[in-house]
Structures are given as structure tokens and as C-alpha cells.
């Protein structure tokens, strides 16, 4: 038991080194005045490069005129958008559903912003060489200033048009649909020129890293445990992850990413780029034919801070005069919430986008955790009890090897006194202590590092379930009873982190000692309980509650054991 939890501290303290202490992107975030949305996409360089199978992209004049900076609002159900008509880019998304404290439901979570601190955009646009092609920064014009999903409807269509005097006409449709934060988009071109246009559509996402709120340490801040950065995910480089202060300038193929020998760039189908973050994302999926090129980069902006960028350029179209030719792809702004991810990939649209809820290395153990979770969800209509019911059932399937565990615990306590009198007899020699002691467990039939394996086969699954509740956005802001209300904040009045504490300290006296045990390691299990009071005081309430439900199982069942043994000892 002492060794598990030097093992669990020393792994917190380590993660809180480095979030902490590790290098930081060299990003100063000092102003959070509001920035128009054109001029804030106007940064050198944010242009995607073409892959050399396409056209190459046009030089970026930031001396041009910025187009007017003038925003189309956009509501449904879930989300309340604004599309700049410089580029129709999306550069503000609030999600609904998901308030920033949950005593004010007026103020939602904003996850694309043009504020200067906070700066998310969702941009894309058309590279050509051979003529003209809106960008992300070109002039569009939509036919009113605000959309609304009204009553009734399951869809919303949003057109945005850009027309060039040599007879081309783009025109990018975003849709919407009701309870969905799925975003179908399209860039329609019609050539109305004399000459054929060539070109390629790119999706970009660009921004600065989140502000993480709360202050604290790692351990007690899931913001500051979270990955935040840009991810991707090909066939075959499976999902792939690249933390902020981990970004190379200029480079146009993802690190560890498979690239052809020969070529500049790396090209996946039926992948997708997105920007994470604790909870939320956005991602762009092109169409699952469609063979992209994905890049990255960091980028100074107009104000010398650090935003970085992450795309996918897709392969090189021609549309012949007189011919229409649309562009496909989806954009995703939300939640980690894994009944939507797991429907858009059902519905064959994108793969592997449930991984976006990152439970780390242990994925493959906690995604179950996680789907039963949310399947006891369903039946009781509470996430804290939801988790009691979750601790049962592995308690239930962990059964035998908790028992064999206390078992040979309980064995070894009864053995104290012996043990005490063998230290006494052969005092310092350690030798023949060890070789008495073993005997003694051989006569007795006491495996002595019986108690020892099964909790070494319960560490996976502490850890897994720790990123379930750390990372599931279904227990943000949710309520459990009485005064917790929150069981993504901290006990406010720190009952269960005490409760935990004493349930700790109880299950630690009945933990066997050994004789030969150092008196700094005796009096480091008594301590231990204390630690881990102090530690769990600002943990979230859902966490303290599977700990402390768990604990308190564990201390019962432990105690029936020793009675139960205690008990078959009496004489008849």
C-alpha cells in the first residue's frame, strides 16, 4: 500500500512539474481588447502552401485593403455563431448548452473568439495560380445579417457569395443542423469565365493557446492536466498529438507523420486536423475520398504575439467554363461529448474522432469505463451516483483478487506476535530473520506478496478511470446532491475529501506492519492518509467521490476478512 501511493503522489507531482515548470510557447498574452474579425485574420503568412500535385499558392499581400468587417450571426439549439464576411470564416462559436459557471446560465463557453487573449478562428478559402480565388481574407456578401433555426426546422442553410469580374462565382454554404454541433460545408464554384479554373480548397484553424483559469497546480487543475494543442488523425498514422510549445515554424508535415519518400507533404485519406482543448475542440474532416494534405505552423500576428495554425489542403479541382463544381468537408465546434462523435463516425463522415476525449495511454481501458458510465447514466438520471454504481460494479469483477488480497494481509497480521518474537530472538542478523520468516510463511501457507499483486492489477484501472472523470464532458458543472452541485469543482466544504482521509487512516491500522519494517516507513504509513487528505481537497468532487466510495468498499470487505479469520482462530 505504501509503495502504490508514493507511486500515485509521485506520479501527480511529476505531471505537475511538467505543466508547470516545463518550457512555455513563447506567446504573451497581454491584450484582451476585442479584435475586428478581418483585420485579425490579416497575419502574414497564414496561407496554406498547395501540395506539389496542385497549384501553388498566391503570394500574401498584407498591404491589400481589408474587405468590411462585418459579421453574420447564426443561432440554433446548440450554438450561436459569428461568420465574418472577410472570408466567411467562423470566428465566434458559443456553445449553448455549456456556461462558463453553472449559476449563470446567460454566459455560455466561447470557444472561437477574435478576442486578442483568446483569438480561435475557423477559416478556409480557395488557392489558384491561373486566376483569382477567394481566400480567408477575400470579400463575401450574404443576403441577410442574422440566421435563426426556427421552430419546426431540422436544418439551416447559411450562403455566402463572392463574385469576380472575370465570371467566376463561389459561393460557401454553411449547414446546420438541430442539436448537432456538426457543420456541413461547401464551396460551390461556377466558372463563368472563357477558360478553365484550377485550384484547391484549404481548411485552416488558427489560434493562440487557451487561457487556463483556476491557477493551482497540474494535480488539482484538470485544465493544467488536459493536452491542449493541434491533433490529427490519418489511416495511417492513427491519432497523433502536438502540444503548443512543440510546434516547429513553417513545417508542412505533422511530426512522427508517414511521408512518401520524395514528397514535400503528407497526404492522408480519410483523415481530419483539429485544435484541442480541455473539453472542447474544433476540427476540420474533409470528404473520406479525398486525399489532404495536412501542415502546420507558428505565425507572429499584427501585435507580435504567437498563434498557431493547422490545415488540410485538399487535392487540386478544374472546372471548365460554363460548369459548377462543389467542395465538401465538415467542420466540428463542441464538446468531447462521445454520442455525437460516436454518431459522426457511424455515419462514415470521420474516424477516430472519439479519441479527441484523451484518456492518454490508457485509452483502450478507460473508452469502456467511460461507455458504462454513461450507459448507468441512462438508467439513473445522476452522474455522482452514475460513479457509486461504476465503483460496485469493478468491485464486483475485481472480487476475488481484492479477496485474496486482504486475505494475506489478514494472514500476516495474525502473524504479528510470531514475527515480533523472531525479530527478538535473532536481533540484528538479518539473515536468519529472513530465512525464519520465510519458513514461517512456507508452514503457514502465506504468499507474503499476495497482497501485493492484486493491487499492482488494480493500478491500470486507477489511473484510466482517473482520466475517465477527468475528461469526460458529461460531468462538467454536474450536480450530485445536497451541497454538491459541481461534481467538476472541489467539495466546497471538503466533507468527502475528509471522509476519505478517515477511511484512509482506518484501512491503514489494519494493514499488517512487518516487524523488520524501517520506523521512517512505519511512521510514512501513518502520514500517508494525512498527504492525501491535504491533496484531495481541491481535486474535483467527482473524482473525491470514487475514491472515497472505493476506499470505503475496499475498508469493509477488508474488515469482514479479518473478522471472518479472527473468528475461525477462537476456539469451539
Known sequence: MLFAALAFVSFLLWQAWQQDYESKPPTEIANTTDVPAASAAATSGDVPKAPTQNVSAPPVNDSAPVAETRVVHVRTDVLDLGISLSGGAIVRADLLQYPLDPSDKTKPVRLLDTNGATYFAAQSGL??????????????????????????????????????????????????????????????????????????????????????????????????????????????????????????????????????????????????????????????????????????????DARGMTRYLVAAVSPSVTVEPGQTRAITAHLYVGPTLQTQLDAIEQANIAHGLSLTADYGYLTFIAEPFHWILVKLYSLVGNWGVAIILLVLLIKLVMFKLTEAQFRSMAKMRKLQPRMEALK???????????????????????????????????????????????????????????????????????????????????????APTSPGMDPMQARMMKIMPLMFAVLFLFFPAGLVLYYTVNGGLSLLQQWVINHRIQAADKPR
Not at 153 to 176: C, H, I
Not at 217 to 226: C, G, T
Not at 242 to 271: I, M, V
Not at 448 to 476: D, H, K, N, T, W
Open 127 to 300: 488557392l489558384s495560380q491561373n486566376s483569382a480565388a477567394p481566400d480567408h481574407r477575400a470579400p463575401f456578401s450574404a443576403a441577410a445579417d442574422e440566421y435563426t433555426l426556427a421552430a419546426g426546422n431540422d436544418t439551416l442553410e447559411v450562403p455566402l457569395t463572392w463574385q469576380d469580374a472575370s465570371g467566376l462565382r463561389v459561393q460557401k454554404v454553411y449547414v446546420f443542423k438541430r442539436g448537432s454541433y456538426l457543420i456541413e460545408t461547401r464551396e460551390e464554384i461556377a466558372n463563368g469565365g472563357s477558360s478553365a479554373w484550377s485550384g484547391s480548397e484549404y481548411r485552416q484553424l488558427q489560434r493562440v493557446p487557451p487561457v487556463i483559469s483556476g491557477g493551482g497546480f497540474s494535480f488539482n487543475n484538470p485544465e493544467k492536466v488536459a493536452f491542449a494543442g493541434a491533433v490529427w488523425y490519418s489511416p495511417q498514422d492513427k491519432f497523433q498529438k502536438l502540444a503548443f510549445d512543440k510546434f516547429q515554424t513553417d513545417k508542412l508535415c505533422p511530426l512522427g507523420a508517414t511521408t512518401p519518400e520524395g514528397q514535400e507533404h503528407c497526404s492522408y485519406q480519410g483523415g481530419w486536423v483539429a485544435m484541442l482543448q480541455h473539453y472542447f475542440f474544433a476540427a476540420w474532416i474533409p470528404a473520406q475520398d479525398e486525399k489532404d494534405s495536412f501542415q502546420y505552423k507558428t505565425l507572429p
Open 424 to 510: 527478538e530472538r535473532y536481533g540484528d542478523d538479518r539473515q536468519k530473520l529472513s530465512q525464519a520468516t520465510m519458513e514461517l510463511y512456507q508452514k503457514e501457507k502465506i504468499n507474503p506478496l499476495g497482497g501485493c499483486l492484486p493491487m499492482v492489477i488494480q493500478i491500470p484501472v486507477f489511473f484510466a478511470l482517473y482520466y475517465v472523470l477527468l475528461e469526460s464532458v458529461e460531468l462538467r458543472q454536474a450536480p450530485f446532491f445536497g451541497w454538491l452541485q459541481n461534481l467538476s469543482a472541489p467539495d466546497p466544504y471538503f466533507v468527502l475529501p475528509i471522509v476519505n482521509a478517515a477511511i484512509m487512516g482506518a484501512t491503514t491500522w489494519l
